[in-house]
């Protein structure tokens, strides 16, 4: 059932601590869960989104999340969100900054939400440039007005956290009506990764092998299947049990932001799109392009991810991308108080490609320091 706020929501509701409802805006008072079919509980749509997403050509606005502070009483978090729509044809989500300190694919998708035109378009493409925009104006990898991370928050509370909004607002709204979801990544302030696109291996082995095409398009020298090690509610995850087809990326990492990460980034994006049919183009392969193939790789166990045993100076034994041998010394953790002690050695436990390294070689303990990844047979997959 779908309502107003005028026909539908009572004087109780209205007066519920901590709901403004501005009279002129529609809440939907909504009966589903989008985990559970046989259970439906109530939610309250708090985000408002201005777009009309059935009208061709191009739209810009904002997500707006309610965000009371002390300097702002009714104020609003402001999420800037393009759409562009012509003719028939997939709905591609795109989004960078779900990582406020995650640049590469923020500017990407910043360019193309300007450069696009109705006519380059076949279907529906939704861009949102800065996905967790405070923690991108503030460069960090969490929101500063709650302290969460996006990419642990799916799939929200509709009146939860700023980030918990935003989390559920996707999950309940923009899914939904998406074919295509891609979420850019890099490794922000705190790693560094061989430029990649990658994926989890979903169950469902036609949406695999659609997510696979999808990866490989975007023509990056590496692709990575990986695991989730730390936490759950991720972005990606709840993407893919909504049966979409997920693309995700790491393209490279720290704050400074070389010239050709930009260039795979835009190359790839606009690859990827023409690849699902959302925009006009000839697609371009690896072959085309005179390159050999991308070599796939996994880290699909818990003893790929080399964490810090404890904490120091974090030295790195091998560039990324190389091929280090089981047992390899692949980095030293250096004792600032004991500069006479010998460094902790950190050893590959397995032969494979040292995908990621940490950026800051300040480290704590427990801190990811290396992820050395496996090559695969894609037919295996």
């Not at 969100?81 to 591609?92: D, F, L, Q, R, Y």
């Not at 509370?157 to 939904?176: K, M, N, R, W």
């Not at 999808?214 to 023509?219: D, E, R, S, T």
């Not at 699909?300 to 904490?311: G, K, N, Q, R, T």
Request: glycine share 8%; net charge negative; with cysteine.
């Amino acid at each position: 059932m779908q309502t107003n706020s005028k026909d539908a929501l009572s004087n109780e509701t209205r007066r519920r601590p901590g709901l403004f409802l501005p009279p002129e805006a529609e809440f939907d008072i909504l009966k589903i869960d989008y985990h559970d079919k046989t259970v439906q509980p109530e939610r309250t749509k708090m985000v408002i989104n201005t777009l009309d997403f059935e009208a061709p050509g191009k739209q810009q606005s904002f997500l707006r999340v309610p965000y009371s502070h002390n300097l702002g009483g009714w104020a609003n978090v402001m999420i800037p969100i393009t759409t562009v729509a012509s003719g028939e044809g997939p709905t591609v989500l795109v989004m960078g900054g779900n990582h406020g300190d995650e640049y590469q694919g923020q500017i990407a998708a910043m360019k193309l939400a300007r450069e696009l035109t109705p006519e380059m378009v076949t279907g529906r493409i939704i861009i949102i440039p800065s996905l967790n925009f405070p923690a991108a104006r503030a460069a960090t990898r969490l929101s500063p007005l709650d302290g969460k991370n996006l990419n642990r928050s799916f799939p929200g509370e509709p009146e939860g956290s700023v980030t918990s909004q935003i989390a559920h607002h996707l999950t309940t709204v923009l899914f939904p009506m998406s074919d295509v979801v891609i979420d850019l990544h890099s490794g922000g302030r705190s790693m560094e990764f061989e430029p990649c696109a990658h994926m989890h291996l979903v169950d469902d082995k036609e949406q695999r092998k659609k997510m696979l095409a999808a990866m490989l398009a975007w023509n990056t020298d590496f692709a990575f299947l990986y695991a989730d090690i730390a936490g759950t509610g991720l972005l990606p995850v709840e993407a893919e049990n909504q049966g979409k087809l997920v693309v995700t990326t790491e393209l490279g990492g720290g704050e400074a932001v070389p010239a050709h990460i930009h260039q795979i980034a835009e190359s790839g994006l606009k690859n990827v799109l023409i690849h699902v049919g959302a925009i006009h183009g000839e697609e371009q392969t690896r072959e085309s392009l005179g390159k050999p193939p991308t070599i796939l790789t996994q880290a699909l166990d818990a003893e790929d991810y080399i964490l810090a045993p404890e904490s120091g100076i974090f030295e790195v034994k091998f560039e990324l991308g190389t091929k280090v041998q089981k047992g390899d010394c692949v980095g030293l953790i250096h004792h600032m108080e004991r500069p006479d002690r010998e460094p902790e050695q950190l050893i590959a436990r397995s032969t494979g490609y040292l995908m990621t390294m940490r950026s800051p070689c300040l480290t704590q303990q427990g801190d990811c320091v290396i992820v050395v990844a496996q090559e695969v047979d894609i037919n295996s997959l």
